[in-house]
Nanobody, 124 residues
Framework: QVQLVESGGGWVQAGGSLRLSCAAS????????MGWFRQTPGMEREFVAA??????????YYGDSVKGRFSISRDNAKNTENLQMNTLKPEDTAVYFC???????????????WGQGTQVTVSS
């Protein structure tokens, strides 16, 4: 497993941008699928985006609600992943979690390492 720490959350007006970062430590970062999920109170954790490990060529995939607005990236040399969020909407308001998985997927139970979460608030 890897240990994950998110940063970069905050408050932004609708239409604005934020960039989230996730720093990893503890295991071979490059072999993990790295993802982002988000959650609002009383709701299930929602898949946002993921990028595969070096063994699968860094393939990127996104949840339907963020496709075309968010962009995920990773830097295996620095053990980091980032989520660039553009054209933010009030419905993007949530706690965002960085996560790592040994396999491709978009279900939370497939990810076995999680960060503590960072709040993103988008005002209208």
């Amino acid at each position: 497993q890897v240990q994950l720490v998110e940063s970069g959350g905050g408050w932004v007006q609708a239409g604005g941008s934020l960039r989230l970062s996730c720093a990893a430590s503890g295991d071979t970062f490059s072999r993990y699928v790295m993802g982002w999920f988000r959650q609002t109170p009383g709701m299930e954790r929602e898949f946002v985006a993921a990028v595969s490990g070096s063994g699968n060529g860094g393939w990127k995939y996104y949840g339907d609600s963020v496709k075309g607005r968010f962009s995920i990236s990773r830097d295996n040399a620095k053990n980091t992943e980032n989520l660039q969020m553009n054209t933010l909407k009030p419905e993007d308001t949530a706690v965002y979690f960085c996560a790592a998985s040994p396999t491709l997927g978009r279900r939370p139970e497939q990810f076995d390492s999680w960060g503590q979460g960072t709040q993103v608030t988008v005002s209208s």
